[in-house]
């Protein structure tokens, strides 16, 4: 079972790895890799989407998510507490699948590169992250009763469970297509 | 305590099967207090801690089970801070719900120490366990 999952996983890294190398921002239209990994950890998107969407783990480093998972009993002023055995398995998970232990997603390289060594427990504290949204104005984030929070990133984006954050699938709720001009 | 173990028993092989149901693992929960020392168990103080209105040290304003589940748990409730949608919790509106022990206990941790400011104890899990049952 063991012998034959490998090849095909290895396989299945080369045919997205190509793909991300030969496709380019202006052929939106071909198929690539997505901008990070989706998730496809039931238990990870089962324990982590119960109270916002289930955050790829491509999206911090390493040492951002074993951060986080230290802290669980106060998580941005929640308590997301797990069982240790739990806690253990996904830490495994995130770490396996964090940006700086991905090769061939763009996005994840590009937040890894702006981080300049810093490790932020927030996605949305991530200078790429905050560079690409700095031009939203807040009434369509905070005064925006559908959104509230950046950190809110399915509620634009609307393919982020699929780990695309192309720009041509925002739809900001009370606002709609996003046009950048 | 020899039909306390039945029940247990009982309760364990339910949550075993696919799919369990919520009646089946609450009474099993409910063995579990009681042998710890809890019981019997009250649905109508259940019912009254479901929306009593805590505050302690880390609550910068009152909180109760209601603030996200509404004050109705066969209604849709929605997270206070996320505002993500949360499922209906009584069984009798979503039959997913109460149906795995770790799922109850562990949101049980979370959401008393959030709620109430520290872990709740077996009688009041017992008693919020019934109301949401009975509903």
Not at chain 1, 54 to 82: I, R, T, V
Not at chain 1, 103 to 127: F, H, M, Q, V, W
Request: glycine content about 6%; hydrophobic content about 35%; overall charge positive.
């Amino acid at each position: 079972m063991k012998l034959k999952a490998i090849p095909l996983t290895a396989l299945a890294v080369c045919i997205l790895g190509a793909n991300s190398v030969l496709a380019d921002d202006d052929w939106g239209w071909s198929r690539r890799a997505p901008d990070v990994a989706p998730v496809k950890n039931e238990l990870y998107q089962s324990e982590c989407g119960s109270c916002h969407f289930a955050y790829q783990p491509g999206l911090l480093p390493a040492a951002s998510w074993e951060k986080l998972m230290g802290g669980l009993a106060d998580h941005f002023g929640e308590n997301a507490e797990l069982f240790e055995d739990t806690r253990k398995t996904l830490t495994v998970y995130l770490v396996t699948n964090a940006a700086d232990n991905v090769d061939g997603y763009r996005r994840s390289a590009k937040i890894l590169r702006s981080l300049n060594g810093e490790r932020p427990l927030r996605i949305t504290e991530t200078p790429y992250i905050r560079y690409k949204h700095n031009e939203i104005p807040p009434r369509v984030i905070r005064n925006n009763k559908d959104v509230r929070s950046l950190s809110n990133c399915a509620a634009c984006h609307t393919r982020a469970d699929t780990g695309s954050y192309a720009e041509r699938e925002i739809d900001i709720p009370g606002i709609g297509r996003w046009e950048d001009d | 305590m020899n039909r306390v173990i039945m029940i247990a028993a009982l309760g364990l092989a339910a949550t075993a099967a696919v799919p369990a149901m919520a009646a089946d693992v609450v009474d099993e929960r409910l063995a579990a207090y009681q042998a710890e020392g809890a019981g019997p168990f009250d649905a109508k103080k259940g019912k009254a801690m479901w929306t009593q209105q805590f505050t302690h040290a880390k609550a910068d304003k009152p909180r109760s089970c209601a603030t996200c589940h509404t004050d109705d748990p066969r209604a849709q409730g929605k997270h206070a801070k996320t505002g993500k949608a949360i499922k209906p919790l009584a069984p009798s509106a979503n039959p997913e719900r109460l149906t795995e022990v770790r799922e109850i206990e562990k949101w049980f941790m979370r959401n008393c120490k959030w709620t109430v400011g520290r872990k709740c104890t077996a009688q009041e899990k017992g008693n919020l366990l019934s109301y949401l049952r009975d509903l």
